[in-house]
């Protein structure tokens, strides 16, 4: 087992195998051991969801702590609600965008925030250590911990994304929502009706095994299906915990994260809003935006892959808009982490206030075709010290000749190493992609 259990995005696994409950009951009393005794505890809609939540909040416990518990909730709501009631942390049980067999454990800080390198690495090293093993020197009688029920949780959530919203209301938008089976069933659409839209969701129930199936933000075909049908405005997609959107305008085109910080940010500067003309972004973002953003007169600051890296560099230049291709959108403002129905609000809002279609606004940049090969592999953490790939990254980058761009990472959360290319044509692109993955698949099967 690694010694540093915390990914781009948490602890992850497939739940009950490489996430036991176990693991969950140490990580739950290394929470009230490195953060505090009242802890902010959420989940989405994943069938081992309860039993996470069962085994975490009996850690927490354990340790004599308090678990203030939401049940399903996106994971925006508890990074909020850890700061509203003013507790020493927050964790949400998700697995965001990956698979219903899949679950994941994210901290959050007595802020909101996601929790630095250094603490993750800290507290990894104390969950896999004999301390955490051994049941010796728990509280007993009156020092042990009780449940919290956090039963307004999910309203005090949806008041505050509500509030966010400053063109007065959404009256005359139709919007079509996909759910994806996953934690914003209980939230976004009833935000958005509470707005005056008129809303069509799809998606909104679970048995557990259906989230991020053929729907949500990693599967826009549903979704663009619903827009076609109902006629809608704009369409909108949520992967498992909410923490992302992704959209798609009128005629089915798909509008992603860096669309959303091109419009929004625009948006932001007209108003006079955008603090030192600066949006943070990714090293994933696509050349299109960051050329487009440049031309427009703002500083475009790019960042490791990770809304965490984001937010870190938002707080050191001041920043006030930030996010990723794949959704996560932060506007400080409002929220310390990716927030998808605050930014579907804030999206929308532009769409009233300037009385443009969607269509219309996502004109602000021209995306350049990007080719991305996710590779499964049993070997990603040699990725680093594989000199024929690298080799092979250079190769592609002299044969783009500066017109295009190649980026090679892991994933934070999966077995997989992101092959991806950027350049003035697809074909372009995808010949420097096809080169390195081959490679990869050679030398790191």
Not at 117 to 146: M, N, R
Not at 149 to 173: F, N, P, Q, W
Not at 243 to 255: Q, S
Not at 354 to 365: P, Q
């Amino acid at each position: 087992m690694s010694t540093n259990l915390f990914g781009t995005d948490g602890v992850r696994g497939v739940a009950n195998a490489d996430l036991s409950y176990d693991l969950a009951f140490r990580l739950g009393r290394a929470a009230t051991r490195f953060l505090g005794k009242d802890i902010c505890v959420g989940r989405d809609t994943r069938r081992s969801g309860t039993m996470l939540e069962s085994a975490l909040t009996a850690g927490i416990m354990a340790e004599g702590g308090r678990p203030h518990c939401c049940g399903v909730i996106p994971t925006p709501a508890v990074a909020l609600l850890t700061v509203e009631s003013e507790l020493d942390g927050g964790i949400v049980i998700s697995a965001s965008h990956n698979p219903p067999e899949f679950n994941g454990i994210k901290f959050f800080s007595s802020q909101g925030m996601k929790l630095p390198d250094a603490l993750e690495e800290e507290i990894s090293a104390w969950v896999l250590s004999d301390e955490a093993a051994s049941t010796e020197d728990l509280p007993t009688g009156d020092g042990v911990g009780s449940i919290v029920k956090m039963k307004d949780a999910r309203d005090r959530y949806i008041e505050h994304a509500v509030s966010t919203v400053d063109c007065g209301d959404l009256e005359g938008l139709v919007v079509a929502v996909d759910c994806g089976h996953g934690a914003s069933c209980m939230t976004t659409p009833i935000a958005l009706q509470r707005l005056g839209a008129t809303v069509h969701a799809i998606n909104t129930d679970f048995n557990g095994m259906d989230i991020n199936v053929e729907c949500g933000s990693t599967h826009l075909e549903p979704l663009r299906e619903l827009v076609r049908k109902t006629g809608a405005d704009v369409g909108l997609a949520h992967d498992g915990d909410a923490d992302r959107v992704l959209f798609v305008d009128a005629e089915g085109n798909e509008i992603d994260g860096d669309f959303i910080l091109a419009i929004c940010g625009s948006d932001l500067a007209a108003q006079g809003k955008l603090v030192n003309s600066e949006i943070v972004s990714t090293v994933m973002c696509n050349l299109g935006f960051a050329t487009a953003m440049r031309d427009a007169g703002f500083k475009v600051e790019q960042t490791a892959v990770g809304d965490r890296y984001v937010l870190e560099r938002m707080i050191a230049d001041g920043a006030v808009l930030g996010g990723e291709q794949s959704g996560h959108i932060i506007f400080l403002e409002h929220n310390t982490t990716g927030d998808g129905l605050v930014t579907a609000c804030q999206l929308l809002c532009v769409m009233k206030r300037t009385g443009r279609s969607l269509e219309d606004l996502a004109r602000v940049m021209t995306r350049f075709p990007q080719v991305l090969v996710n590779v499964r592999t049993g070997h990603k953490a040699e990725l680093e010290g594989c000199a024929p790939v690298w080799e092979a990254v250079r190769t592609a980058e002299q044969m783009l000749g500066g017109r295009g761009r190649v980026l090679v990472r892991t994933s934070g959360t999966e077995p997989l190493i992101r092959v991806m290319a950027e350049a003035e044509t697809h074909e372009a692109a995808q010949a420097a992609v096809d080169a390195i993955v081959a490679v990869v698949e050679r030398e790191l099967p």
